[in-house]
């Protein structure tokens, strides 16, 4: 029986898969929406079957940030009764937003699905005629730029997009060879340590899946066309490279160009070659389109056009290139080997490692200027005295909070406070200078008490654990 004579049919809970190579459509429609292709089920020669999957990926990082933002709007300046003192405030919010999400992820469990095929069907409609694809990518991911939602777009295509080929080496180890001018793949397996097992060699090999376009290319997998999007291995990023290599450096000559007095050339050639550089070099081209943006919107669009077409040109010619950071000479000559990704690894552990002392050494310095302080004397703990006239209660009075807020920068002053933060209990502001605070004005609000720290540039206030909205209020009226 030959391969053609092969129909395999995998079932995945009620739901048949049959062959997708013979056009049969890969699932029953009321599944459809719950089943991805999965190239990794089946036979490698012919069948292919499906699993079911959901997953929102950036999109639902994305959804979180904004109901968190929405969330912590609302709840933030929240005051419960004194018992429960405790969780007012910011300290509120992660529980509620608990709650909230574990009610939602019901809705989206059953709402979600729907979204996630259309995303999949734009993903394999891009991919399908890659050069099209490529145009109409470029297009809106230049559009999108102002507004820094490109990153949307590319986010999806980059790493989450299913790309499916096969894997070109594993751990060192090539898998395809060519034999008389025909190129073969490995069939392989991998046991649970990791050690590699070829058991044989042939045209089809074995079919494995990764998400992204970036992943994709630096995972070292060759994509097949007749999978679509799989023939796109780096369609969504070959195009960038003569763009921002070459397209935004020529515009930025034509715009030296077009200045015709000499003087102001020379002037505004600093700025314009400085950012045609640094597009040729790395790839980031913010200061030239921004510069489309606010000085000629109309550039915008042509740049984005003209995107399209360089893209669509670039795959149109075969052209398959990958980068790691952004499209720019640096990453065009680097590359993708190990000993780079090993060479970076240690690099950004040396620059944490750097960091993270400097953070301790800065803490240390801290600690000891506050321990000096308080051994200074006992006077710079200065415990407030009881004012019956002047008390502010936080916690009863609604406006409790700004009232305290506004004898604090009242008794600062306005042109001395330089920054407010908070703890748990303590109100933490930086000063130009602490001994020109009316102290007396700020004990006499019934506050538990003052801390002089810092020698004289910072002041400790101890409220209580209503410190976050008096915290809050002294920020908006002072916006610092």
């Known amino acids: 029986m030959s391969h053609n004579d092969i129909t395999i049919n995998v079932l995945l ?56 933002a929405l969330i912590y709007n609302k709840y933030s300046g929240i005051k ?43 993903g394999y409609g891009l991919g399908a005629i890659p050069p099209l694809g490529a145009f109409f990518y470029a297009i809106f991911n230049r559009l999108l730029l102002p507004f820094g939602l490109h990153q949307v777009l590319n986010t999806y295509l980059w790493f989450q997009q299913p790309i499916i080929g096969h894997l070109m080496n594993y751990q060192g180890t090539n898998l395809w060879q060519i034999v008389d001018g025909t190129l073969q793949w490995a069939v392989y397996s991998i046991d649970s340590n990791g050690v590699l097992r070829i058991s044989d060699w042939n045209t089809t090999g074995i079919i494995t899946t990764v998400n992204g376009d970036i992943n994709d290319f630096l995972g070292k997998l060759y994509a097949d066309a007749k999978f679509g999007l799989a023939g796109g291995s780096g369609i969504f990023q ?15 000559a034509a715009m030296i160009l077009s200045i015709k007095d000499k003087m102001r050339r020379a002037e ?47 795959i149109g010619f075969g052209i398959r290139v990958g980068f790691g950071f952004s499209t720019g000479f640096i990453d065009w000559v680097v ?49 407030s005295q009881n004012s019956v006239n002047q008390q502010i209660d936080i916690q009863k009075d609604p406006n409790g909070p700004l009232k305290l807020a506004q004898v604090i920068y009242d008794a600062i002053g306005h042109d001395n406070l330089v920054k407010v933060d908070n703890c748990m209990t303590r109100l933490r502001l930086t000063v130009e200078d602490n001994t020109k605070i009316d102290q007396a004005a700020i004990k006499a609000t019934g ?34």
């Open 13 to 68: 809970g009620n739901t048949p898969i049959s062959n997708f190579l013979d056009n049969q459509f890969w699932a029953k429609p009321h599944s459809q929406i719950l089943y991805v292709f999965d190239f990794n089920v089946g036979d490698a020669i012919k069948g292919y079957g499906a699993k079911y999957n959901i997953s929102m990926g950036v999109f639902g990082g994305i959804l979180v940030g904004c109901l968190v």
């Open 80 to 122: 419960l009764p004194a018992s429960l003192g405790f969780f007012s405030g910011r300290s509120f919010v992660p529980m509620i937003t608990a709650v909230y999400f574990l009610l939602g992820s019901f809705a989206l469990a059953a709402i979600w699905p729907w979204f996630q095929l259309g995303l999949q069907y734009l």
């Open 238 to 252: 070959s195009g960038f490279f003569p763009m921002m290599m070459f397209g935004l450096p020529a515009a930025c």
């Open 268 to 314: 505004y050639a600093g700025i314009l070659r400085t950012a045609a550089g640094v597009s040729f070099l790395t790839g980031i081209t913010e200061p030239i389109e921004f510069s489309f943006v606010f000085l000629a919107p109309v550039l915008l669009g042509l740049h984005a056009v003209l995107a399209g077409l360089f893209s669509a040109l670039t």
């Open 335 to 383: 590359g993708r080997e190990e000993e780079v990704i090993a060479l970076a690894k240690s690099f950004e552990k040396t620059v944490k490692n750097n960091a993270k002392k400097k953070a301790n050494q800065e803490q240390q310095i801290a600690n000891i200027n506050i321990v000096g302080s308080g051994q200074a004397g006992s006077e710079n703990i200065l415990t």
């Open 447 to 480: 506050v538990a008490g003052l801390v002089l720290v810092s020698k004289t540039k910072g002041i400790q206030i101890i409220i209580g654990l209503n410190v976050e909205a008096v915290a809050t209020k002294l920020s908006e009226i002072s916006e610092k």
